[in-house]
């Protein structure tokens, strides 16, 4: 699952080296931390949080295959 959110990410910024995603588990739920360069953040939300709702949007159907639930959160 980290390496699809990994590929998201990576294609919609600008500064790919500064993307780091932090994978936690808290029982069946998983909680990825995701931190971009502070210019890429924008685009990573989107306009009224758009972008960040259909990737949260994708890879909830991806976990749901696996029968997990997932969280992702955006860090500055």
Known sequence: MKEILEILIKN??????????TEKEEGKT????????ETDMGKVIGKQG????????VMKS???????????????
């Open 12 to 21: 919609l910024v600008d500064n790919q080296e500064k993307v780091t995603i």
């Open 30 to 37: 998983t909680v990825f931390e995701v931190k971009v360069s």
């Open 50 to 57: 758009r972008v960040a709702k259909s990737i949260r949007t």
């Open 62 to 76: 991806v976990a749901a295959k696996e029968h997990k639930k997932l969280v992702i959160e955006f860090v500055d």
